[in-house]
């Protein structure tokens, strides 16, 4: 980030939620580099940044397609690189179509599409078709600009409500950037992702800086600022519910050739690019999970994994919950009554369970959702519920993974207090009391819990170091660590627990990831300090950072380049490439190595709701979309009835978002335990212009009631200048935002605002939209 | 021996409050029972058990442009300091790094202090001795003193992520302050140093992005003539006739009775510390 000439900070609020990001904001602005912030509220951010633009919460694709036009029609684009390293050149197949807000191959009934339609022409040896002039109206480059002609400046505000001068300026400081030599970052958060959009929000962003060649140089790429120290970690560690560790895809009976590794892997792993190594991946994960119990006759132990037979999203979960499909829940670290969307009917859906194991520092809210304060009746609620006391992060040794990638072992700190244990051990004591349990079953389902290889020590100690060298992996014949993922075969005689993280413990005693040399090995890579997956990468794409001929764009954003003599890329970061393949050699301009064709994407064909991301507005919207006649993205999965209530712009006309404070974490758990953050910030409010304040008759302090068609909160009222109506299509529409981490534990307690929230998730991901919805407010008197 | 000063640069901050726990951390110092003010504000402003306040003004400025202003508001440790000046019990110091502290052991709660800091920083806090008698004593931001005699920068400085505070020799910081002034100078017009020469100069010295008024500070504060008349003629006289202690509790009386500064109230600027 300080090496950026400009940094696109949208959906996202840094100064406020991710200080120490802010710091290297400061550098990059002492170098001349600018900041553009994009927020419905003048944030601490926006107090920063040279440039500031509002936009109306769920209109972020309107406002980036209006900044891909511009780049397109003015011709800031970086076209060299768009030609080499994207599918801008592809050729798209006859059945691509779009028309009216929806791409070909739509089922209305099954709101889903038909992804063959998007299909792009191969050759009959199954390479693309390319026009490298960019000329063919069929080749993606001028479907895209079609496709963006629309979001022309007046049409995108008239739906953003961003003046149109502000929107200019940040038009013109952001895709400056595409200059050869100089670098534009973008930075998103929740305010990016939490909608019914959220993926395509991300995808716009890909597309913008593909366009402008911000992918793979210092200064540029899009950074996701995490909501949490270790998110990348326990994304990598497939925490979401479809994946399996590495980024592999989770088997699901949904999908009948996953009925066996063969099969899986047959249509999971493509034919051409990095992937096509996926069966050593997920052959390697096998071993490190069923060790002696996976072999070639039982296909590695594939039959043990469980086979998905739906959506196990949160909102899908939950829903499965309250419908009463559930016995039992352990929760880890996390406070749904307070965080989850609609989080009333979250706490309600609890009361369905049989038994609930709650592993916190703290009593929750969600662990006590029986008691009298959460508005229930103790005798009424049947669910048993465990709390088990959990250790914090200083008193236990681990590693967390931050958005760099860069994974760094801490160590302990302090020894937990009463009987609070790390979450590694409560997990171990669990595992070999159940195999203990189970050891003489003949029951087939417990078949794949004994066939679990366990050994990370015996007794109630367990040796993280163990886990740390089964992430690893093992050259098994030789019981050796792998040195790295390249040698992982799939043949049964390597194992590793997470293939992209293979390489960080390369032999005894050599635990990478607690690497702390702070010498700058150049460009402030700082390669030796901690460990960044894959193969210690600082930049990803770092390929992209040098022309097709190997020689950098630029030398002040020089990375790696190819050294003609040695026969070899070098530079000051490991090459995101084969070192030894050379430009001219097949596949020596392949950028994007890990894509089959080794171009990224600016036509992804592969997403739930279409190859170019389109506006739609959020499931609650105060006005018509102009873009198209399809109010809602079509693809987005709408659950129906009273586990959902939808509001209306007549009764709620207020557009509303929520939002994080410095001082707060999350459901507020930890620090609304914590006396000095809690007097910082003690109190429920709800941010409200000077314009509606007037309109409904709240005056600066006062108690408000905010509605949806889910709930109420009661809150103060915090009138400020730093939210402004929008002017929407010629009309004035409001909107208002609040933090989301009060509860009723702790030392300071308040109306939860997730209430007030829906549950419908993104086509994709299925992330809850909390960032948009529609409320009204009155005095509480 | 140097003198120090904590340069406090407004415009790199963003408020993000980790000098006001970094200093009750370093200091021991409890959480207090906060009301709403309607903004991000915690407290109106320092008190006994609160050193420094983050400030949040929202300000429109010459173009009629919205300004999101933050302030560090923290003890300024003047040259010429009110506060030592009006003690009468020499409770409060200066030290060899320039810095203002107050011995509480030697504070009898008088307040006038209190009522003489033309920053309103320095408050009072009210306790019980075990028989349930009550007194006060006064208490204030130190600067660290601590930490500067084992070496180190004080709490709030080491802390602050952006760089938007610094501790160092006098000549250096204001040298500092000047360059940054010139280079903010066409993004904020009304930037300024605010080291104000009326108390001696300080050893808090911040870089406003605004004048100083819009911070609610005082364009040319000034050590009060009628401290300057108590410490320097009223005291040693009377203390010479009336004995030290006696001196204390007529002193309260007549303090009362003149210093109210530029018409506020006693109760007013003393009262607010622990409510």
């Known amino acids: 980030m300080q090496h950026t000439d400009c940094a696109l900070i949208m959906g996202a609020n840094p100064a406020e939620n991710h200080p120490i990001s802010f710091r290297w904001l400061t550098k990059a602005r002492e170098n001349g580099g600018k900041i553009v912030s994009v927020d419905p509220r003048f944030t601490r951010t926006s107090s920063q940044a040279d440039v500031y633009a509002p936009l109306r919460s769920g209109t972020d694709i309107a406002f980036l397609g209006g900044m891909i036009n511009y780049t397109l029609q003015n011709n800031l684009f970086h076209k060299e690189y768009v030609a080499a390293y994207t599918n801008a050149s592809f050729i798209v197949k006859g059945g691509y179509d779009f028309n009216d807000g929806l791409f070909s191959g739509y089922n209305a009934e099954k709101r889903a599409y038909d992804k063959t339609k998007w299909a792009l022409e191969t050759t009959p040896d199954g390479k693309p078709v390319k026009d490298p002039t960019l000329q063919n109206p069929r080749c993606v480059f001028q479907l895209m600009k079609k496709h963006y002609s629309r979001y022309d400046i007046d049409s995108v505000i008239a739906v953003t409500g961003t003046p149109k001068e502000d929107y200019l300026n940040v038009c013109k400081t952001f895709c400056g950037t595409g200059e050869v030599g100089k670098s534009g970052t973008i930075m998103y958060a929740m305010g990016t992702t939490q909608h019914t959009v959220g993926t395509q929000n991300v995808r716009s962003y890909v597309i913008l800086q593909l366009l402008l060649g911000n992918i793979g140089i210092p200064g540029g790429g899009i950074n996701a600022m995490r909501g949490e120290s270790n998110v990348q970690g326990s994304t990598d560690f497939a925490l979401l519910y479809d994946n399996l560790p590495g980024y592999l895809a989770a088997p699901k009976t949904l999908v009948p050739e996953h009925a066996t590794l063969e099969g899986y892997l047959k249509i999971e792993t493509p034919k051409t690019g990095y992937w096509s190594n996926k069966p050593k991946f997920v052959v390697s994960l096998l071993k490190a999970w069923y060790g002696k119990s996976a072999t070639k006759d039982n296909e590695f132990g594939y039959q043990f994994l469980p086979k998905a037979s739906g959506n196990y999203s949160h909102i899908n979960l939950f829903k499965a919950m309250y419908d009463g499909k559930m016995d039992g829940a352990f929760l880890f670290g996390t406070n749904p009554v307070v965080g989850g969307p609609n989080a009333g009917k979250e706490k309600e859906a609890l009361s369905k369970l049989k038994w609930l194991v709650a592993i916190d520092l703290w009593e929750t809210e969600t662990a006590s959702f029986w008691q009298k304060e959460a508005g229930n009746n103790p005798s009424d609620i049947q669910t048993e519920v465990f709390l088990l006391p959990a250790s914090a992060s200083y008193e236990k040794e681990g590693s967390i993974s931050n958005s760099s990638r860069w994974m760094q072992y801490r160590w302990k700190a302090i020894n937990s207090r009463g009987e609070a244990r790390p979450d590694l051990e409560v997990i171990h004591e669990l595992a070999l009391r159940l195999k203990n349990l189970y050891a003489n079953s003949a029951n087939p389902a417990d078949k794949p819990f004994l066939a679990l290889d366990w050994n990370f020590g015996s007794g109630d100690e367990v040796d993280i170091d163990l886990v740390a060298k089964e992430i690893n992996g093992y050259d098994i014949s030789k019981g050796k660590l792998m040195k790295t993922f390249g040698d992982l075969k799939d043949d049964g005689t390597t194992s590793s627990g997470n293939w992209i993280y293979s390489g960080f413990y390369p032999g005894e005693g050599m635990n990478l990831s607690k690497r702390r040399d702070s010498k700058d090995t150049g460009g402030e890579n700082y390669l030796n300090w901690s460990f960044a997956w894959p193969a210690n990468r600082r930049i990803i794409y770092n390929r992209a950072s040098a022309d097709p001929s190997g020689k950098p764009w630029s030398e002040k954003k020089a990375v790696i380049h190819w050294d003609a003599l040695q026969n070899k890329w070098v530079g000051n970061d490991v090459p995101d490439f084969k070192a030894v393949t050379a430009p001219t050699a097949p596949g020596g301009t392949g950028a994007f190595m890990m894509n089959k064709d080794g171009v990224a994407l600016l036509f992804a064909p592969t997403l739930n709701d279409g190859p170019f991301p389109e506006h739609y507005e959020p499931f609650e919207s105060p006005v018509p979309n102009p873009f198209s006649s399809q109010q809602l993205n079509p693809a987005a999965v709408v659950i129906e009835g009273d586990f959902n209530k939808k509001g209306d712009k007549s009764q709620f006309p207020i557009v509303a978002t929520n939002y994080r404070v410095s001082e707060h974490w999350q459901s507020g758990s930890m620090t609304r335990n914590q006396e000095w953050l809690s007097e910082l910030v003690g109190h429920m409010f709800v941010e409200i212009s000077e314009e509606l304040a007037a309109e409904k008759g709240i005056k600066n302090k006062d108690q408000i009631i905010v509605s949806s068609a889910r709930g109420e909160v009661k809150a103060y009222a915090m009138v400020t200048k730093r939210f402004k109506p929008f002017t929407i299509q010629g009309k004035k529409i409001h909107q208002i935002g609040m933090p989301w981490h009060f509860g009723y534990k702790g030392f300071v307690t308040g109306d939860t605002a997730n209430r007030l929230t829906p549950h419908i998730g993104d086509a994709n991901s299925f992330i809850p939209e909390y960032k948009a919805f529609l409320c009204n407010v009155r005095r509480a008197d | ?275």
């Open chain 2, 1 to 275: 021996m140097t003198e120090y000063v904590k340069y406090v640069d407004v415009t790199k901050c963003d408020g993000c409050r980790a000098c006001m726990v970094a200093c009750k951390n370093w200091n021991d110092l409890p959480a207090e029972q906060t009301e709403f003010l309607g903004s991000v504000q915690s407290h109106k402003k320092t008190t006994a058990d609160t050193w420094n306040v983050l400030q949040y003004i929202e300000h429109d400025n010459a173009k009629g442009n919205l300004e999101y202003l933050f302030r560090h508001s923290s003890c300024f440790h003047c040259t010429d300091a009110a506060c030592e000046k009006v003690c009468p019990e020499h409770a409060i110091s200066y030290t060899k790094y320039g810095t203002v502290v107050v011995d509480q052991d030697k504070c009898v709660g008088c307040g006038y202090c209190v009522n003489n800091c033309p920053f309103e920083i320095i408050a009072l806090k009210e306790y019980k001795d075990k028989n349930g008698k009550e007194y006060r004593k006064a208490h204030k931001c130190t600067m660290c003193t601590d930490r500067l005699d084992e070496g180190l920068q004080p709490a709030c400085v080491t802390t602050c992520h952006t760089g938007a505070m610094e501790f160092g020799n006098k000549t250096d910081m204001l040298k500092k302050a000047e360059q940054r002034v010139n280079e903010i100078k066409s993004r904020f017009p009304n930037a300024n140093i605010y080291n104000p020469q009326g108390v001696g100069g300080t050893h808090t010295v911040y870089v406003l992005a605004e004048r100083p008024s819009v911070y609610g500070l005082p364009e040319n504060p000034k050590v009060p003539t009628s401290a300057v008349l108590w410490k320097d003629y009223a005291q040693p006289i009377g203390k010479m006739m009336l004995g030290a202690t006696t001196m204390a509790v007529v002193g309260a009386y007549i303090s009362n009775k003149i210093f109210n500064k530029e018409g506020k109230g006693h109760d007013e600027d003393g009262g607010g510390s622990h409510e």
